[in-house]
């Protein structure tokens, strides 16, 4: 390094939001050259300044007259335990070359050790075999895991962390509006609670009431829950939209048959309908023999549904149960009205059963957790695919553990308002878990080909279908052009430690210190770049699209009951008797229940981390990478706008997977 005579460089400091990120201890820096030229000490302090706070920026200026350098490769960090609070978080350093009039980014985003000289690369995006500080980052490996040990909160199901670590704990601006927010809805359901003595609905009008009373907004559903047009199109465009499947056959247990049916197929016969590919199934089998609390009872029914001349799905039959008898038969549009709505309901009840306990919980919450702790424990965040996937897995473990505090705990808000309760659902996630695969249900394309249900000639107006297919293409494209940076030969990934580690550990069974995700590609060992775009994909569609798909319509779907019911009274119709609304009314969840249901989903259908694309936290600054987020949120926008255009002509509104509105993360 020569000589100068001014100040030839400006470093800026960007602490972390963590909790206990700022520090009081003594902080010195190196600058290492690209000649490998190391700088001397670097004392950041400002006199009567409290430098290095949470979540703040500090500028220094180096002494005029320090020694100017090339380009600047490295930096080593060295702080002292001094203070009261010596811990430190540190986001990222940058450094302006004053004479050359770049700045360098040094992206740490970790914890620094007391008394211990760190060095990090520039942009510190590297693989295991590339790094210069390979010792470093190992152990920090070592280190988190001990911090990010696997545990099974319920057992035979889906790994999770034992406990939740510090560093993954929700910021200060994050959780004050989630409090703020509760705080509120609490207020509103102890105002309608007092307002309230007796605590069953009279009549449907007197339901409608509720929305006034305690200032929350009326779901547009009430205008047409009892449509068979809307029942029908629950499946493709409601806050459950993964389980329509064709129907290439009648299943033998499903005791329907030409005659009963041949009032509904437009003259059409039914081999002709499954000819044409316009026979559909939804079929809750999973759902047989499901305990549930309190003598409630759940069915595990089949649906039938078929389009129509004008493309619209229509629902054909329902059959409550898995076995066929006289006292379980199947019920059809064309039977006493009420009789069809209860049908409907108890139907609707199982799916809401389903959609919280698999679609929700299961395979978003709980399954993006085992990848982020896998993660963790085995990728540096040096490592080119934690930074990729890290803005995804942001407060996913904060909010499942806060969500196995209020909503899964022991008499908690799945054991009061829902029919299958706590027991219910941990016998159901681990029924499910046992034959789940990554490479099948985990995959979009993949799960909508199994299903039958990938080509629109066959199933137009597929609202979810479409526009995730358009996410998850886009989503797909930016992956792969971060890979390509990083692997030019599937031989750099063969020889990545860390991502084959990664790999192992996801398909390992949990008694062997892993995931136990069947169906992984590759098996436990990446052997072609494919499979890892193929993984890296579907994570991040599962943490961002796949999540606001089965939690942001919550609200529209269960704040009124008759239209998708979390629990339902007494016992599901057993003949086709004809019925009067008071049977309707008596099946529905109380007035207690209700409004947990609506206080609950409306907390859960909010918004309050940033929008897909858009990263709560930067981890990637390669200037090629860089590139490739910006095509990535071009792209969103397009995607946004033709969903946009989509939308304004679709008879059933779905805006759910507007990029602009699907966050990043399972924040909520």
Partial sequence: MGSGVSSPFVVTVRTGDKKGAGTDAN?????????????PEIKLDKTFNDDMERNAEDNFKVPAGFPDSGPIRQIEILRDPSGINPDWYINRFEVKHQRLGETYVFPIQRWIKPNTPLRFQWLDTTLPQDDLNQKRRQSELDEKKKNYVYALHVPDTIVQVKTLPDDEKFSEKYQIPLLVTSFKLQSEAIFLKILSVANKWETMDDLAKVYKFCGMPRP????????DRH?????????NPVLITLCEKIPTNFAVNEEMLKPLLEGASLDKIIEEKRLYIVDLKILEGI????GRVLCSPLALFFVNKSNTLMPLAIQLFQVPS?????????DDKNVWLLAKMWYNNADAAYHQTLSHLGYTHLLMESFAVCSNRNLSPSHPIFKLLAPHFLYVMAINSLAVSILVAPGGWIDQTMTMGRSGLFHMLAKSWENWRFDVNGVLPKDLEKRGVSDPKFLPNYPYRDDAMLLYGAIEEYVKEIIDLYYDADEKLKKDSEIQNWAAELSKPFNANGCGIKGMPGGGKFNSTDELRTVCTSVIFMCSVGHAAVNFYQYEAYAFPPNYPASMAGHPPKNKDPLDESHLIDALPDKEKTLDTMLMTQTLSQR?????????????FDPPALVAVQRFRGKLQKISKTIR???????????????????NSISI
Avoid: H
């Fill in 645 to 663: 255009s989509s939308d304004s002509r679709r008879k059933d509104k779905y805006c759910i997977l507007d990029p602009t509105i699907v966050p």
């Fill in 291 to 294: 305990k549930c609390p309190e």
């Fill in 220 to 227: 547009m559903v009430m205008n047409c829950w009892s449509e």
């Fill in 608 to 620: 309050a981390t940033k929008s897909l694309g858009d990263f709560e936290v930067n981890y990637l």
């Fill in 231 to 239: 029942f029908a199109a629950q499946r493709l465009s409601g806050t």
């Fill in 27 to 39: 902080i010195k820096i190196k600058l290492i050259d690209d000649m490998e030229v190391v700088s």
């Fill in 326 to 334: 006289e006292t379980n038969p199947v019920f059809l549009p064309t």
